[in-house]
């Protein structure tokens, strides 16, 4: 163990990796904030409205989330790296990418709207939560500004407008429970979030970038473009969505609104520590990534200890939730949310596939095998699918929980062994699975 944690901080302490992590400090910074703050504003939130309320909430944002997907259209990493290598075509790039993606939010927008008066009663007020917190799907086409200060390595700007609008939001929240606010002006924050997005994205680049935004043109060939090497991505993210809000959406439709309070508190925690393997792998990468050039072997053999740290700590983490998650939940959320500590102490070992998965998507753009990770996320979002239509109905939150873990386990791990350009990197997550038991041999 201490060998494994010593080669670790070894290459951390690389200049190279320095470098690296120095130019991604703001990004991590404000994730770890905005974990922070939200944690700390939904256990408030939670303990106030109750499960069912709460459920009403988590339902929205669930849903609102799966809707916005048509807003990504697989531009997140494309547009920066257009506007890094094109910045003669900045006007054309923005407007385009703002366009498509604003087409994008208003088909979500419209197919929302048409699903929700389908299937929730216009009289509720649960029809007018999902109006409110419906209103974040029109902070997609703004994330065009987000990619501009990526690609000029100002992501300190972008990391502010978040931070600034979720302490904002996350107060107004706590001043709404203390003066005993209803469900209602608890979800017209999302309105307030949007709109303060929007406004301080629109200032700094206003004051930032070295052009206009009416400068800005449309430029149907150039979005062609782009969504013609996007949209397996997109299928991507759709697929990545569907992971984390398809479970709450069902169990909504299946049990109720109380359900989806229990099992999102449990979700909400165990999918908290997500950003862990972010940070890491974010930061060793760019290294690993000269090694594969200069030394194959070794780039081998440090990513077979980059897979073991990231299991080991998904493992520890993984124990010490389990066995603490009745008291954390009892004293985080109360008594009325105590279902929620077996749901947690199922979901959290989810944790152990998505640390793993970190390093594995990396090693996807590597070896230029997307269209193979589609494939896994496809399989896994269709393993969620099925299992939660047949668990839910019977075990309801712990059956959500079951079938995240196998979903997880189907798309990051066993689909592996099926594809020969991957069976090496099964076997290595094997090897790191297995990594405790050698610790404690030797």
Request: charged share 15%; proline share 2%.
């Amino acid at each position: 163990m201490e060998t494994l944690f010593r080669k670790f901080k070894d290459l951390l302490e690389t200049s190279e990796v320095r470098k690296y992590t120095l130019n991604t400090s703001w990004m991590m910074g404000e994730k770890i904030l905005a974990i922070a703050l939200t944690m700390v504003t939904s256990i408030i939130v939670a303990r106030y409205l109750g499960p069912e309320k709460f459920g009403i909430l988590s339902y929205a944002i669930s849903l609102s989330s799966l809707f916005a997907i048509a807003t990504h259209m697989g531009l997140s990493g494309l547009a920066v790296r257009e506007l890094v290598n094109k910045p003669k075509e900045t006007p054309e790039l923005m407007g385009s990418i703002f366009g498509v993606k604003f087409i994008g939010a208003m088909i979500a927008f419209t197919g929302y709207l048409v699903f929700i008066n389908l299937f929730s009663d216009k009289s509720s007020t649960e029809f007018w939560v999902l109006i409110l917190v419906s209103v974040t799907i029109f902070l997609k086409p703004f994330e065009v500004f987000d990619y501009w200060f990526q690609a000029k390595v100002k992501a300190k700007y972008s990391s502010i407008v978040r931070s600034v609008s979720i302490t904002a939001v996350s107060i107004l929240k706590i001043i709404l429970v203390i003066t005993s606010a209803g469900l209602l002006e608890i979800a017209a924050t999302y309105v307030v979030q949007t709109v303060i997005v929007i406004t301080l994205f629109t200032y700094f680049f206003i004051k930032k970038a070295d052009i206009q935004i009416r400068n800005w043109s449309f430029n149907i060939n150039k979005v062609k473009e782009l969504l013609g090497e996007g949209w397996m991505l997109m299928l991507g993210a759709i697929f990545a969505m569907v992971y984390l809000k398809i479970d709450q959406i069902m169990l909504r439709w299946i049990v109720g609104a109380d359900e989806v309070g229990i099992y999102s508190v449990a979700a909400r925690i165990s999918e908290a520590w997500y950003f862990i393997p972010t940070i890491i792998v974010s930061s060793i990468f760019p290294k690993l990534l000269e090694l594969k050039k200069e030394n194959p072997e070794k780039f081998h053999r440090r990513l077979q200890q980059l897979f073991n740290f990231l299991f080991l700590i998904a493992l520890g983490l993984a124990i010490l939730i389990s066995f603490i998650s009745t008291p954390l939940i009892e004293t985080l959320y109360g008594l009325e949310y105590q279902k929620a500590a077996i749901i947690l102490s199922i979901h959290i070992w989810a944790g152990v596939f998505i640390f793993m998965r970190a390093a594995f998507s990396k090693w996807v753009l590597v070896e230029d095998a997307v269209a193979f990770s589609l494939i896994t996320q496809g399989l896994g979002a269709l393993v969620n699918i099925i299992l939660n239509i047949i668990l839910i109905p019977y075990f309801q939150g712990f059956g959500a929980a079951v079938a995240t873990i196998c979903s997880y386990s189907m798309a990051s791990y066993i689909a592996l062994l099926f594809y020969k350009k991957s069976r090496p990197v099964f076997w290595m997550m094997t090897k790191a699975i297995f990594s405790p038991f050698l610790i404690l041999k030797k």
